[in-house]
């Protein structure tokens, strides 16, 4: 069965540092890659998305996300954040299913 | 609309009670998910429609859920004899196609509260 794994649960950083949050998925084939974004109080958007292509993929507000496929991994990274990054942030994936499915989340909280 | 709209956006019930959550897709959307989110957890899938067919409803946890979507367009997930495991919000999605290329259009959801 399809899987994602986010390795953080919680991440603490001041404005300015760099992030890069971890996502590793479980399906040997074809798949779709995604990261969604949840501000505090609003729906699920999406930052970006990998089909097919170059790997490395950039997505709204300065987010980029490089696929590797021989490490199962989608890691989002961001080379300077905001205090207006405060979020949790999801990780997903379409495999053969046609479902997207969710890891568990990864909260960040960014400090002024 | 221009979004996917989700009534109402609260609802507190009393266990035992039964329960109807709407979801308004993009219009033109030929598929549509539920997704349940509890507390701290990512989003889970429930089922999937492509159009009026329920394509897959493998996630729905218990025979007490049941979605529908009978001209393709509006859908409703019931819960039937809520207990207070089933407090979550409850998330909708469509898209133009299941998997490349469509993508998800998200709901704000519905914050189910069992008391």
């Known amino acids: 069965a399809q899987s994602v794994s986010q390795h953080n649960h919680h991440v603490i950083l001041s404005e300015a540092a760099s992030l890069e949050l971890g996502c590793n998925y479980s399906y040997g084939g074809t798949v779709n890659l995604f990261w969604y974004v949840q501000y505090p109080g609003q729906h699920l958007q999406l930052l970006l998305k990998y089909f097919s292509g170059d790997p490395l993929v950039k997505g709204i507000k300065g987010f980029e996300a490089e696929f590797i496929k021989s490490k199962f991994s989608f890691n989002l990274r961001k080379p300077s954040v905001q205090w207006s990054d405060t979020a949790e942030y999801f990780c997903a994936v379409i495999g053969n299913t046609g479902k997207l499915i969710f890891g568990q989340g990864t909260t960040l909280q960014v400090k002024p | 609309g221009a979004g996917v709209s989700q009534s109402p956006r609260y609802k507190v019930a009393k266990r035992g009670q039964d329960v109807a959550l709407r979801c308004d897709p993009i219009?033109?959307?030929?598929?549509l998910f539920w997704y349940q989110q509890a507390l701290g957890q990512g989003p889970e899938f429930l089922t999937y429609?492509?159009?009026?067919?329920?394509?897959?409803k493998s996630g729905l946890p218990s025979d007490r859920f049941f979605a529908e979507r009978p001209e393709g367009s509006v859908s409703t997930l019931k819960i039937q004899r809520t207990q207070q495991e089933d407090s979550a919000v409850y998330l909708c999605?469509?898209?133009?196609?299941?998997?490349?290329?469509?993508?998800?259009?998200f709901g704000s959801g519905t914050r189910l509260t069992v008391v």
């Open positions: 219009s033109g959307h030929v598929s």
């Open positions: 999605a469509s898209s133009l196609a299941p998997d490349r290329g469509g993508g998800y259009t």
């Open positions: 429609f492509q159009n009026e067919a329920q394509l897959d």
